[in-house]
């Protein structure tokens, strides 16, 4: 390791990495620094379960926010795959079991709609708010690796006053109660509001807004895709990516303290041998901002808080449903929705605000080996085996503590699967794959788990709450030029926390490296 260099680079998340490369192939010299044993922070795949073959993404797991342009910059060996279905929501109507299947074609996704709300009204309001959300996407999503807009400019280029006031100016709920009559329809349109995001439909913050926002826009279209390889195939790309270009690359460094005058910066670190200290003109940093004061001694930012349940499941084989007319491989190949309905979202977010777990918790499914057998071996795919993974919603952190984590997960995720049961011809539990000691293949993490995994405050997959992305017009030195600023003139954030952070997209690594390289 050398005394100083151009950049040093904190964490390493798929953004860190992005970062690194950039700047490493602009010609910096970049040392990036991790705690852990091994890169990738949340966009990892494991083998959780001994013994057993599969390879899981971990903690993060589908792909929407990734711009191609990354991905064709950095020269990545890194693909994804189209899901079939979009969504299968079941529920029971009349004592029938039902369901909404969203996918598969226009005349399918009709006649699903038809099926389940007796006529062509929700449909149609469906298709229109899915149009607005797309006209958005498309103008919006291409700026995200561009210098920040004012607000006005933005939505100049959105054009579509509606559009705007919709998703940007009122409280998501109002839109969603307007347009659409049934409730299961409603509820799963509100669903890509909540993840990760602890707030109710028509919170005045508008966090669920800025939630929803994120999971529509993704690559101009709003698509969710599938990696190849599991996301640890994001990791290893980016690795190669930034070593081939000359980074620096040091596991099982703990970065300390860091203290700057504004033109050079030191940063001390920490290994099994010792303390030591490193120079650099610029500092990156990809751990959450609240990471980021503890380490300058700055005043933090207010607590963040996750509200998730994440479940990684293997099974023997896929479940039957109750309802007839859906093959379980449509059901579970897209977003699988659980107790989603949006007086059930409603009354479930009231009981976790009063302090308690859901009684009826909800969340969502999917099956990344229907879509990409690949993270699996050859034996296990030809027994049948798939994975499963869950999301679970309105969990806030505050309902987890040290000494109650463990019976809360237990108990939460029992009321999950339950839940889900409701729905199969089969307990689930008869559908798990065991490892070599005989224990079911499950793992389930609260928030806590994760605060204390990858040391997301209080969780939260965003490292805090969203936010538009433009500049607040009221402080207009705010993040800088490119969204990534911090107090400190050559400290700069590149994770998830920065302006337009969030979700597995690069995309603060990509504005970090731009500022540093003065684009």
């Not at 913050?205 to 994120?214: P, T, V």
């Not at 690359?249 to 001390?268: C, N, P, Q, S």
């Not at 936010?467 to 050559?490: C, I, K, L, M």
Request: charged letters at 20%.
């Amino acid at each position: 390791m050398r005394s100083s260099y151009d950049a040093v680079v904190v964490g390493s998340g798929h953004n860190a990495l992005v970062a690194s490369a950039y700047l490493a192939r602009a010609g910096h010299s970049v040392l990036l620094l991790e705690r852990l044993p091994a890169p990738g922070g949340a966009t990892v795949s494991t083998r959780p379960f001994p013994g057993v073959d599969a390879h899981l993404s971990r903690y993060s797991y589908l792909v929407s926010l990734l711009p191609r342009k990354i991905v064709r910059d950095l020269d990545l060996d890194f693909r994804v795959r189209t899901r079939t279905v979009s969504s299968y929501t079941p529920t029971t109507r009349d004592g029938h079991p039902t369901g909404l299947l969203v996918g598969g074609g226009e005349a399918r996704t009709r006649e699903s709609f038809a099926r389940l709300t007796g006529g062509d009204r929700e449909y149609t309001a469906w298709r229109d708010f899915y149009a607005l959300t797309a006209h958005v996407a498309a103008r919006v999503f291409p700026t995200l690796t561009e210098p920040l807009p004012t607000k006005a400019e933005l939505r100049r280029l959105v054009d579509d006053d509606t559009a705007w006031r919709t998703l940007f100016e009122e409280p998501l709920g109002k839109a969603v109660e307007a347009r659409f009559a049934d409730d299961l329809v409603r509820g799963v349109v509100l669903t890509d509001a909540l993840i990760g995001t602890f707030a109710d439909a028509h919170d005045p913050s508008l966090r669920q807004n800025r939630c929803f926002l994120y999971h529509v826009i993704g690559g101009g279209t709003g698509d969710w895709n599938v990696p190849v390889g599991g996301m640890g195939a994001l990791t290893r790309a980016l690795v190669g990516a930034a070593r081939t270009a000359g980074a620096e690359l040091r596991t099982g460094h703990e970065v300390t303290r860091i203290e700057t005058d504004g033109h050079r910066a030191e940063v001390t670190y920490r290994t099994e041998d010792g303390e030591g200290t490193v120079g650099a003109r610029h500092v990156l940093v990809g751990a959450a901002p609240r990471e980021l004061a503890v380490l300058t001694g700055d005043a933090p930012p207010p607590p963040a808080e996750g509200a998730q349940l994440k479940v990684n499941m293997l099974l023997k084989r896929l479940p039957g449903l109750r309802d007839p007319d859906v093959d379980p491989r449509d059901a579970f190949a897209g977003t699988f929705h659980i107790a989603e309905g949006y007086e059930a979202l409603a009354a479930a977010h009231g009981q976790a605000a009063a302090g308690a777990l859901p009684f009826a918790p909800p969340s969502e499914i999917y099956c990344h080996s229907l879509t990409d057998p690949t993270v699996l071996s050859q034996d296990l795919t030809d027994r049948g085996f798939h994975t499963l993974t869950l999301f679970g919603l309105h969990t806030p952190a505050r309902l987890f503590t040290d000494a109650t984590n463990d019976t809360a997960r237990a108990a939460l995720l029992a009321g999950t699967l339950a839940q889900l049961d409701e729905h199969l011809a089969e307990p689930i539990a008869d559908c798990l794959a065991t490892d070599t000691d005989g224990n079911p293949c499950i793992e389930a993490k609260t928030p806590l788990d994760l605060e204390r995994d990858l040391r997301l405050p209080g969780g939260n997959i965003f490292h805090g709450d969203l936010s538009f992305p433009y500049a607040d017009e009221q402080d207009p030195r705010g993040p800088g030029r490119w969204g990534v600023g911090t107090p400190h003139p050559n400290i700069l954030l590149c994770g998830a926390g920065a302006l337009r952070g969030g979700g597995v997209s690069g995309i603060p690594g990509h504005n970090a490296a731009m500022a540093v390289l003065g684009q």
